[in-house]
C-alpha cells in the first residue's frame, strides 16, 4: 500500500469560500501531483513539483495554486471556490527507483462539492 | 489527437472468460508504459508496468508494440473481483516525463 494521505476526504463548501486540500506522503518521493478527474471521465494533470520549492501547472487550465515547503507535503489551494470546482481530485507521488521507470502511487482522493 | 486513447467499452464477459484491452500512444518517444486499475469512486492503483518484452503477474499480461505505438492487457480466467476500470498510462522524457492517462477501459465480470 502507498503511503499517500489526503484530507480532507470530503468537503462540501459554499461559493466563495477559500479552501486548501492537503496531501502529504511519507515515501520521500521528490515529484507530486495533482489530478482533477470529474465521474467517469479521464484524469487531468492541474500542478506537479519535482522537488522542494518546484511548482508546475499542469495540461488542464485551473484556479488553483499549489506550494512545495517541504518534500512530504504539496497542498492545493483553491481561493475562491466556485461551482465549477466540484469533482474529485487526487494526488500523487512518484520516484524512480535506479534502473527502473517512475511509477505513480495515489492518495484516496478528495471529493470535493461547491454548493 | 489526444495523447492515449482507449475503447471507454464497456466490455461485460463472463466469469473466467478471457478478455483484452489495447491502449494507443501518440507520442512516438515514450518511455514509460503502465496499466492501473481503478474501481468506481476510488483512487488509480498500479496494477503492472509494461516492458518491451512483455510481462506476465498472474493471470494478467502485458505487452507492448513500439512500431506501432500501442500496448495490451490481456486477462485471463476473469473473476467478479476483476471489474474496474482499467487505465493505460504513458509518458515520455520530451514532455518532462508527465504522466498521460486514457479515460479508461470499464470492465464488468458477470457470474
Known sequence: EADIYQT?????????KKITLEC??????DKMYWY???PGM???LIHYSYGVNSTEKGDLSSESTVSRIRTEHFPLTLESARPSHTSQYLCASSDQTSGLTDTQYFGPGTRLTVL | RKEVEQD???FNVP???????NCTYSNSASQSFFWYRQDCRKEPKLLMSVYSSGNEDGRFTAQLNR???YISLLIRDSKLSDSAT???VVSAPNTGNQFYFGTGTSLTVIP
Open chain 1, 24 to 29: 502529504s506522503q511519507t515515501m520521500g518521493h
Open chain 1, 36 to 38: 482533477q478527474q470529474d
Open chain 1, 8 to 16: 480532507p476526504r470530503y468537503l462540501v463548501i459554499g461559493t466563495g
Open chain 2, 86 to 88: 482499467y487505465l493505460c
Open chain 1, 42 to 44: 479521464e484524469l487531468h
Open chain 2, 8 to 10: 471507454p467499452g464497456p
Open chain 2, 15 to 21: 466469469e473466467g472468460a478471457t478478455v483484452a484491452f
Open chain 2, 67 to 69: 512500431a506501432s505505438q
